[in-house]
């Protein structure tokens, strides 16, 4: 065989090989393990949004958390990208359900006054517009 017929088999034969995989089984595989991005990336600041429209629908609280500092993320990538974030949030002077024209601004009163931190799972397919929030753990402080 020549040496360029033998540079072609090699090239095909892996590409054989992952056709071949069942999609089922190769989901949920990661493909870059989670690494520090910048948490004004844009992708970060969509998943703060979505993970803090989730984070109010779901508490009881009568009142609707902010973030006050998005404080690290990571992202990883799986068979979508997986974003890890820690944000700081504190209760805000609006009442559920939001109204999109109120202006929010957190809470000064002692009584109302709160502070959380959470960390957020957000899986992401951004250029579809898709976002599921995977894990949230929360802790006042």
């Not at 502070?115 to 995977?134: D, I």
């Amino acid at each position: 065989m020549t040496k360029s017929l033998w540079l072609s088999l090699l090239l095909l034969i892996p590409v054989a090989l992952a056709v071949g995989v069942d999609q089922p089984e190769n989901e949920g595989k990661i493909l870059r393990f989670f690494e520090s991005i910048n948490t004004s990336n844009a992708n970060v600041k969509q998943c703060v949004w979505f993970a803090m429209k989730e984070y109010n629908k779901e508490s009881e609280d009568k009142y609707v958390f902010l973030v006050d500092k998005t404080l690290h993320a990571k992202l990883q990538i799986t068979d979508r990208m997986e974003y890890s974030i820690d944000v700081q949030m504190s209760r805000s002077n609006c009442k559920k359900p939001l109204n999109n024209t109120e202006n929010c601004v957190t809470q000064k009163n002692s009584v109302l006054d709160k502070k959380v931190n959470c960390s957020f799972l957000v899986g992401a397919l951004p250029w579809n517009g898709e976002f599921t929030l995977l894990n949230k753990e929360c802790k006042d402080i």
